[in-house]
Structures are given as C-alpha cells and as structure tokens.
C-alpha cells in the first residue's frame, strides 16, 4: 500500500494522542518550529513526525496509540512471508467475541498501525 498520510490526517492522530501542536524546540536546538508536544514533555517538530521510515515514530505509535486503542480493541500484527505487515484492531464490545474494525497491510509497520488507527479514530 505504502500511501502516505496528508498532514492533516498526521496532526489529527498525534492530537487524538494527546499530544499538543504549537511551537516547539526539539532536540535541544536552538530554533524553534511548529510541532507537537506529547503528554511526558518531549517535543518534535511537525516534519519529524511526518517520516514514517524512522524508528521513532513507531516508538510514539505504541507508546501513545496503541495504549488507547487496547482500552477498546484488541491489537493484531502479523509479518507476511512477503515483508509485509498486517495490523488488525478488532472492537471488543462488552464481553462478546471481538469483532474485525480495521485491517490495514503495508511493507511499513508504522504506516500500517497509522492506517489502522485512523479508522478507528473516525468511528471514535
């Protein structure tokens, strides 16, 4: 799949997460810029958070995202033989068997859990 977010869609998932836009100062430069900062006080600026390839977005999904999703839904990831990954989230609702919400396959596991979730975000 590999499609990259609008900006917009990227601002509306890191806000869900509670992080907060507006100026900031990341890695102790000494120029600030327009950006978020997340609920434990660390700051990136917007363009950071807009690469899907870097590590530390992964690390912000599964620290932020994921932990608000699992309060609702149960989490999935699968590698397929082909380098891809497939993220699924499945609504629990009260005790009944999970049902599937969203399902999104990329070769990146960030772009996948960020797919993913932005459709759960839509029905939140």
């Known amino acids: 799949m590999n499609i990259k977010p609008t900006d917009e869609q990227v601002k509306e998932l890191w806000e869900w997460c509670g992080a907060k836009f507006g100026l900031v100062s990341s890695g102790g430069a000494w120029t600030t810029g327009k950006g978020f900062t997340f609920p434990d006080g660390s700051q990136y600026y917007f363009q950071e958070l807009l690469n899907f390839k870097d590590v530390r977005i992964l690390g912000l999904l599964f620290k932020y995202a994921v932990p608000r999703l699992v309060k609702s839904h149960e989490l999935r990831i699968v590698t397929e033989s082909t380098g891809s990954y497939i993220v699924g989230l499945f609504f629990r609702p009260n005790s009944d068997a999970p049902v599937l919400e969203s399902?999104?396959?990329?070769?990146?596991?960030?772009?996948?859990?960020?797919?993913?979730?932005?459709?759960?975000?839509?029905?939140?």
């Open 103 to 124: 399902s999104r396959m990329d070769k990146d596991i960030a772009l996948a859990l960020f797919w993913a979730t932005s459709e759960v975000m839509q029905n939140d």
